[in-house]
């Protein structure tokens, strides 16, 4: 190789220094001009051929194989869907769409062969005489000083060469050309070029050029249009029409020039066209639709297909994501957020530790304060596939890229409650069963004694399971799960779709065991779909850039987590949370959401989380809200208060196409009337009753302790009144 590039030096200087000399020993003035110009055509000819075939020769081996010439696969955009085929989000290391030779409008094409090769479609990849001046000014005048390359040859550097400005590569890139033009149709090869080509502002191919500069798809451009970008082809910094307006703007009017010299528009057109200022509508780089969950299947998906795959590959990935719910669940997320961090702002003091942190300016080594921002995470799944509709990871993703509904850990508070009922309910508790709210004080190993309270700091005495719920009174949930046991509540919670570590101790009842939005989310979606859990799905398909099938997903083995029984008790339970005026779901129904569901509120201690997790029979979503270094959220600021204003208001919009449903009620079921006050079979005398659900092998069967005295005591007068 070494050698080969010596040769074309030596021959350079030969060359230049034989014209130089005017070398007579062979004086053409004494030649008549016919001659003359035989004889110096047919050198030329003669000495063309030998070096062509000589440097054919020399380069064989470093010269694209006739398989790559074959295979050219331009770097493609790879482009993520939402469930009805909108997009949510492109990556790319390179940002191209390609777009066939028929959607590229012909004033594109008459301008790219007007400007940057007027002789393509008689050349066969290389124009001689272009090649002729392009040598003689780089020998004369330096190299880089005369082009001479047809679309062809540029196409051909643009593929397998550099830029390196060296006779070699001329060659190179000539013989190249040679090859493209004996494999491919000229059509062809303008579509490559036009696909391939670099037009400034992260455009790469004339399609994303189109929409980047004028916000339209490349069949629509204008000839002005189309004009301005062939001008940027020649050097995209230097005709940038975003830095270089007026230079851009001279370079349009040549490229338009030369399509008028060409005859492909006429001159008054041109003039016209000339006339026109550049109007630009510029694509915003926008982060994209659900940012937080396309980021986690772009993890997954460069795991499993590789780095150069993903950003190289054109993959086309469906997801189950849906854009407008999406959409209402940002829109609720940040009205919330803002008016908590309002409220921040308002009434506490810039340089409290609690909610601020410090600032260094490395200018002037000066420290200041900010306030913490406040954060959030929300999921939203379809029971029916475990398909994830809407996912939100945090307050402003390009800020905060941390996806905290999957990566964040947080305590579920109140919001563990439901498991801890369930594993009493299959132990054959009754809703309706009387616990105490009442203080009690606890040892856990490795710690103090532990007095747990209840968020309002204030104990109700005795009460139904059913009130204990709906109420979230920690005190019953903590004497509960002592009386079912920590083992049952965490195989309970583990078959439902928790795998977050669980702490067996007492404090497990009122959720110290953290665990992120996403599967808390999905265990709570085995309540309504009958016990059975559907593990989360985002993708449905992945398609290469040809249409080949990669991969599938179908919905996920529906694993039976409990029976359904008792999975319609609980579901029976969490709505009194919501129905019951008491609950702490209550605020659901005034913010006017009626449709049948259950759920549960969470906060957790010192008021540090704020959850809302719940259902209806179709959809199942949760709101977490809360301060990453766990800050409190201040006294009293509850899930009811802080998270479930946003469930509200997806669900409103996730079932506003559905059709009314009511839970089904599945075989095992019993329904009882009982005396609330005693949580007994409703007596005669027994006047606080209402109708209670139990599991059939399950079923109650005392009286009223309480109101069948008053029974007696009624039949005995009777009787003493009849005997008199």
């Not at 074309?8 to 110009?37: E, G, H, W």
């Not at 391939?196 to 191919?205: A, H, I, V």
């Amino acid at each position: 190789m070494t050698e080969t590039v010596s040769a074309c030096r030596l021959t350079q200087r030969s060359l230049k220094r034989a014209v130089q000399l005017r070398v007579s020993m062979f004086d053409f003035r004494t030649i008549k001009y016919p001659v003359k110009y035989y004889v110096i055509l047919g050198c030329l000819a003669v000495l063309g051929v030998v070096v062509a075939v000589s440097l054919a020769y020399a380069y064989r081996n470093e010269l694209p194989s006739i398989e790559q010439i074959y295979n050219i696969e331009p770097p493609v955009v790879t482009t993520i869907y939402d469930r009805n085929g909108k997009v949510l989000q492109k990556f790319h290391y390179e940002n191209r769409t390609l777009v066939p030779y028929n959607r590229i409008p012909a004033h594109v094409i008459q301008a790219l062969i007007s400007t940057e090769d007027d002789q393509f479609y008689k050349h066969w990849g290389v124009e001689w005489r272009g090649v002729a001046r392009a040598i003689f000014r780089n020998l004369f005048f330096g190299f880089g000083s005369g082009g001479g390359s047809t679309i062809s040859q540029q196409l051909s550097r643009m593929l397998f060469l550099n830029r390196e400005i060296s006779m070699e590569r001329k060659f190179k890139e000539a013989l190249t050309a040679l090859k493209i033009e004996r494999t491919y149709s000229k059509n062809e090869i303008l579509e490559m070029y036009l696909n391939l080509y670099y037009f400034g502002n992260s455009s790469y191919g004339i399609e994303t050029a189109a929409r980047n500069y004028f916000n339209k798809n490349a069949e629509a451009l204008t000839i002005e249009e189309g004009a301005l970008l062939v001008a940027i082809v020649n050097a995209p910094s230097r005709y940038s029409p975003i830095e270089h307006p007026e230079r851009a703007l001279q370079r349009r009017n040549y490229v338009l020039s030369r399509m008028e010299s060409e005859g492909y528009i006429s001159r008054a057109l041109g003039d016209e066209l000339k006339k026109l200022p550049i109007k630009l509508d510029l694509a915003q780089n926008a982060i994209g639709a659900a940012p937080y969950f396309t980021e986690m299947v772009r993890q997954y998906l460069t795991a499993k297909y590789g780095i150069e795959q993903f950003y190289k590959g054109g993959l086309n990935v469906y997801t189950t994501i849906d854009t407008r719910l999406q959409q209402v669940a940002e829109r609720s997320m940040k009205i919330q957020l803002d008016s908590i961090q309002t409220r921040i702002e308002r009434t506490k003091w810039l340089g409290n530790p609690q909610y601020s942190d410090i600032v260094y300016d490395s200018a002037t080594h000066k420290k200041s304060y900010q306030f913490k921002q406040i954060q959030g995470a929300f999921v939203g799944i379809d029971n029916e596939t475990g398909d994830i509709l809407t996912m939100i990871g945090g307050k402003d993703f390009g800020k905060y890229k941390f996806n905290r509904a999957v990566q964040a850990k947080r305590q579920p508070g109140s919001a563990f409650k439901p498991f801890v009922y369930t594993a009493a309910v299959m132990q054959g508790y009754h809703s309706c069963d009387i616990f105490y709210d009442t203080p009690i004080v606890l040892t856990i190993p490795g710690s103090t004694e532990w007095s747990p309270q209840n968020f309002d700091n204030e104990f109700q005495g005795a009460m139904p399971l059913r009130t204990g719920l709906a109420r979230s009174r920690n005190l019953i949930a903590i004497k509960l799960l002592q009386m079912v046991g920590a083992k049952p509540v965490i195989d309970v919670a583990y078959k439902m779709g928790i795998q977050s570590k669980l702490t067996p101790n007492p404090a497990l009842a009122i959720g110290t065991s953290e665990v992120d939005v996403l599967e808390l989310v999905s265990a709570y979606s085995c309540f309504p779909n009958g016990g059975i859990h559907v593990a989360p799905r985002s993708i449905t398909k992945v398609v290469d850039r040809y249409g080949n099938l990669l991969e599938e997903n179908g919905v996920a083995p529906r694993q039976v987590a409990i029976a359904p029984a008792p999975a319609y008790m609980m579901v029976n339970l969490m709505q009194s949370v919501m129905d019951d005026s008491g609950g702490t779901g209550a605020n659901a129904r005034t913010r006017g959401f009626y449709r049948p569901a259950g759920g549960k509120t969470g906060t957790s201690d010192n008021f540090c989380d704020a959850w809302f997790v719940g259902y209806t029979p179709q959809v199942t979503a949760g709101c977490w809200i809360g301060f990453d270094d766990k800050t409190s959220l201040g006294h009293n600021q509850t899930g009811s208060l802080n998270a479930l204003p946003i469930w509200t208001d997806f669900m409103s919009a996730a079932v506003d196409s559905l059709p009314v449903e009511d839970f089904p009620e599945p075989p095992g079921i019993t329904h009882e009337t009982i005396c609330i006050d005693s949580g007994k079979k409703a007596a005669a005398f027994c006047t606080h009753i209402r109708d209670e659900v139990f599991l059939s092998e399950y079923m109650i069967n005392e009286v009223c302790p309480l109101h069948r005295k008053h029974a007696q005591i009624e039949t005995q007068l009777r009787q003493l009144a009849s005997s008199r």
